[in-house]
């Protein structure tokens, strides 16, 4: 299945198998420029099928306090897919937490805590995209590519890494929430656009806080929270694999982005290599 482009607006074909009047979509300014307004609906491209499938069949059901999600739309056919284009109900907010970090980590402690014993879907033994690959990777379960840029720094990370890591319990978690959070005033934090992995949930609240200090402005306080939330330096040196392995095998990004993403990783390693901060 080819990936929809940004400039690949759903069709009115597409929005009729939704129930959904043919209207023009507008295009939604989120973090890839792929997802499309339709009157109460938010129309997505989906470039795995099967997992597009099982995170509208999760929410669907899931429930809980502490969090928001969006519930997914079927098509006539009770299909959660249509030519590679999915369907959710609206959901309001902005991604901007406005420095509320321990609002986002409380979040994800609450959307982690509804996910505690659910299965794993079974594609996740099967790596699927570079997504996946660069969580193996942090995982060490794989190696990184041999002529990548950031193969050096990817390699002295995992060096500093504590083998105990991979012996903690797994359970299914959001892979990418820090980015994927709404915020609204007197409502709890939505949390959309479910990436799922099966790894630590201390790991999920690390990917959390690399984001947060990276793109987010976040300072070291942030560090002091996901560590009450059982996150160690090896976990977050992990996390700063995950991102640097996904940037490097992603087939949308160059040598300009990854070098980006290392020095913005790297505002976290200048912290977790220096004693912890408020002690």
Same mark, same amino acid.
């Given at each position: 299945?080819?990936?929809?482009?940004?400039?690949?607006?759903?069709? &009115?074909?597409?929005?009729a198998?939704?129930?959904?009047?043919?209207?023009?979509?507008?295009?939604?300014?989120?973090?890839?420029?792929?997802?499309?307004?339709?009157?109460?609906?938010?129309?997505? $491209?989906?470039?795995?099928?099967?997992?597009?499938?099982?995170?509208a069949?999760l929410?669907?059901?899931?429930?809980?306090d502490?969090?928001?999600?969006?519930?997914?739309?079927?098509?006539?056919?009770?299909?959660?897919?249509?030519?590679?284009?999915?369907?959710? /109900?609206?959901?309001?907010?902005?991604h901007?937490?406005q420095?509320d970090?321990q609002g986002?980590?409380d979040?994800?402690?609450a959307?982690h805590?509804?996910?505690?014993?659910?299965?794993?879907?079974?594609?996740?033994?099967?790596?699927?995209?570079?997504?996946?690959? &660069?969580?193996?990777?942090?995982?060490?379960?794989?190696r990184?590519?041999?002529?990548?840029?950031?193969?050096?720094?990817?390699?002295?990370?995992?060096?500093l890494?504590?083998?105990?890591?991979?012996?903690?319990?797994k359970?299914?978690?959001?892979?990418d =929430?820090?980015?994927?959070?709404?915020?609204?005033?007197?409502?709890? $934090?939505?949390?959309?656009?479910?990436?799922?992995?099966?790894?630590?949930?201390?790991?999920?609240?690390?990917?959390?806080?690399?984001? &947060? =200090?990276?793109?987010?402005?976040?300072?070291?306080?942030?560090?002091?929270?996901?560590?009450?939330?059982?996150?160690?330096?090896?976990?977050?040196?992990? &996390?700063?694999?995950f991102?640097?392995?996904?940037?490097?095998?992603?087939?949308? /990004?160059?040598?300009?982005?990854?070098?980006a993403?290392? @020095? @913005?990783?790297?505002?976290?390693?200048?912290?977790?290599?220096?004693? /912890?901060?408020?002690?």
């Amino acid at each position: 299945m080819s990936m929809k482009t940004e400039q690949t607006a759903p069709s &009115a074909e597409i929005l009729a198998a939704f129930g959904l009047p043919s209207v023009t979509p507008r295009l939604l300014a989120d973090g890839r420029g792929r997802s499309w307004s339709v009157t109460s609906a938010i129309l997505r $491209p989906v470039d795995d099928v099967d997992e597009a499938r099982f995170a509208a069949e999760l929410y669907g059901v899931l429930d809980g306090d502490g969090f928001r999600i969006p519930r997914p739309m079927r098509a006539g056919d009770g299909s959660f897919v249509v030519d590679g284009w999915s369907a959710w /109900h609206y959901l309001p907010g902005r991604h901007d937490c406005q420095g509320d970090w321990q609002g986002m980590l409380d979040a994800s402690v609450a959307f982690h805590k509804a996910l505690a014993g659910t299965d794993p879907p079974g594609f996740l033994a099967t790596p699927r995209h570079h997504w996946a690959q &660069a969580d193996r990777i942090a995982w060490q379960e794989e190696r990184c590519g041999e002529r990548w840029n950031l193969r050096d720094a990817i390699e002295r990370q995992l060096e500093l890494c504590d083998p105990a890591d991979r012996r903690l319990p797994k359970q299914l978690v959001h892979g990418d =929430i820090a980015g994927n959070l709404l915020f609204e005033e007197g409502l709890a $934090p939505g949390v959309i656009d479910f990436s799922p992995f099966w790894r630590p949930v201390a790991y999920a609240h690390a990917v959390l806080a690399v984001d &947060a =200090i990276s793109w987010m402005g976040a300072d070291a306080n942030i560090l002091r929270m996901v560590r009450a939330e059982g996150v160690t330096d090896s976990l977050l040196r992990r &996390a700063v694999v995950f991102r640097l392995a996904a940037v490097s095998a992603s087939p949308e /990004h160059g040598a300009t982005d990854q070098q980006a993403e290392l @020095a @913005a990783c790297s505002k976290v390693l200048s912290l977790i290599e220096r004693p /912890h901060p408020l002690g």
